[in-house]
C-alpha cells in the first residue's frame, strides 16, 4: 500500500542534506514568505534545519530533544521530539520506526505521497515528492487554513559528511532558555 | 542575494512626508518579535495595507498559519488555531486572544515612517528616527532601505511599558499611487 511504499522509500535514505528552498502561499494564492537555508536529515528522528534568509533561525533534533533558535528573539524553545512531532513533518521524514507512523494514513499518486494525521486535526497535512532517483525533490506542508509551505530540494546529497555536532545544538550565552519539554513519567 | 541598498542623496522631510502620505498600498514581507519579561515569541510576518483594509499574516518556521487577522474600520476578523473570531477594535480583540498588544491601527503609519499626529524626531538623514506617542509607545527607527523612489524602514523597535515589538522588514511593495 501507499505507506509501505513511501517508507521503503525513506527507509532506503538512510541521511541526506540538501538545500532548501521555502514559498509560503496563503489560502488565496498569495506568497506571504520565502526563505533559503540548508537541511541535514539523519536516521533516526535526527535533524538539523538551518535557515540562511531572510533570517537565521535553526532547528535542530538529535532524536529526543528539539532545539528551536529564533536570533530574532534571542531565544531557544526546547521540545521533546515525540511532543513535538506536531511541529515538524520532517520528523516522520527521518523515522520510519512503527511508533512515529502510528495515526498517520498515506495516499499516493505516482511519485508524490500526501500523509495525513489520523489522530491530530491540528496537524498539518504533507507531500512528498520522489525524483527519478528516487531522491526527494519536494514536499508541501498544508494547514488546516489551506495555507501551503512548498520546499524544493536543491544538491541532495545523499551520502553528506555529517559533523561531530550537526544534531546536538550548543545554546549561544545570553539566549533565553524556553524549555517546553513536558516531563514524562 | 538582494543585499540592502543604502538610501540615495538627502530630501528636506517634508518632501518625503508628503511623498510617503501618497502611498495608498503596499505588502511587506518580514519579520516579527515579541518580547516580554514573560516570554518571547518570534514569526514571519506578511502585511497588505489597503485603503481601507489591512491584512496581517504571522506563520511559524515551516510555514504554519499562527495568526491572520483582517482589519476594516468597521470590524477585525481574526483566525488563531483555526478558530475564528471577530470584533469592532483590532487591538483589543488581538491582545484578549494572544496576549500581545500590537496597535494594529497605527502600525501601517509607523511601518511605512509616518508619525500620523504623534510626537517625533527626525534624523541625521531628515527622516523620523523616533516616536513618541501620547499613550505610551516609543518606535525607534534602526535603519532604512531605497525601494524604488522612496526611502522605506528596514527595521524598527516599538516599545510600551515592559513590551518591545522588533519589525525586520525584508521585502517592500509599494503600489504606484494612482492620481
Not at chain 2, 25 to 40: D, V
Request: charged share 15%; with cysteine.
Amino acid at each position: 500500500n501507499a505507506e509501505q511504499t513511501l517508507r521503503t522509500k525513506l527507509q532506503a535514505i538512510s541521511q541526506f542534506s540538501a538545500d532548501f528552498s521555502q514559498t509560503v502561499v496563503s489560502p488565496d494564492g498569495k506568497v506571504i514568505h520565502q526563505a533559503y537555508g540548508h537541511l541535514v536529515i539523519a536516521k533516526p528522528g535526527k535533524l538539523h534545519w538551518q535557515v540562511m534568509r531572510p533570517n537565521h533561525d535553526e532547528i535542530i533534533s538529535n532524536g529526543q530533544t528539539i532545539w528551536y533558535y529564533s536570533p530574532i528573539v534571542e531565544q531557544v524553545s526546547i521540545y521533546n521530539t515525540s511532543d513535538a512531532i506536531v511541529h515538524t513533518p520532517f520528523i516522520l521524514l527521518a523515522d520510519q520506526r512503527p511508533s512515529t507512523w502510528v495515526g498517520y494514513k498515506v495516499s499516493a499518486t505516482k511519485q508524490k505521497y500526501t500523509v495525513t494525521s489520523t489522530h491530530d486535526s491540528q496537524q498539518p497535512a504533507f507531500t512528498v515528492q520522489f525524483d527519478s532517483k528516487d531522491h526527494i525533490n519536494e514536499f508541501d506542508v498544508i494547514d488546516n487554513q489551506g495555507q501551503r509551505s512548498e520546499f524544493k530540494l536543491s544538491h541532495f546529497n545523499a551520502k553528506p559528511n555529517i559533523a561531530a555536532g550537526e544534531f546536538s545544538f550548543a545554546i549561544p550565552s545570553g539566549t533565553e532558555i524556553d524549555d517546553q519539554r513536558q516531563p514524562h513519567e | 542575494c538582494a543585499s540592502v541598498q543604502p538610501p540615495k542623496a538627502q530630501v528636506p522631510w517634508q518632501t518625503q512626508q508628503a511623498q510617503l502620505a501618497k502611498i495608498k498600498s503596499w505588502q511587506i514581507n518580514g519579520q516579527i518579535a515579541l518580547i516580554t519579561p514573560k516570554e518571547r515569541h518570534s514569526a514571519s510576518l506578511y502585511w497588505q495595507h489597503q485603503r481601507s483594509s489591512d491584512n496581517l499574516l504571522l506563520n511559524g518556521p515551516f510555514g504554519k498559519q499562527l495568526l491572520s487577522a483582517t482589519i476594516t474600520p468597521q470590524r477585525t476578523v481574526v483566525v488563531v488555531n483555526d478558530k475564528t473570531y471577530q470584533g469592532p477594535d483590532s487591538n483589543q480583540l488581538i491582545s484578549q486572544l494572544t496576549g500581545w498588544h500590537l496597535p494594529l491601527n497605527r502600525l501601517p503609519f509607523w511601518l511605512v515612517g509616518l508619525a500620523d499626529g504623534a510626537p517625533y524626531q527626525l534624523n541625521t538623514h531628515q527622516r523620523i528616527g523616533s516616536i513618541k506617542s501620547l499613550d505610551g509607545w516609543q518606535i525607534t527607527y534602526k535603519n532604512y532601505q531605497q525601494v524604488g523612489q522612496y526611502v522605506l524602514p528596514q527595521q524598527l523597535e516599538a516599545k510600551h511599558g515592559t513590551a518591545r515589538i522588533k519589525i525586520i522588514i525584508d521585502q517592500w511593495h509599494v503600489d504606484p499611487p494612482h492620481e
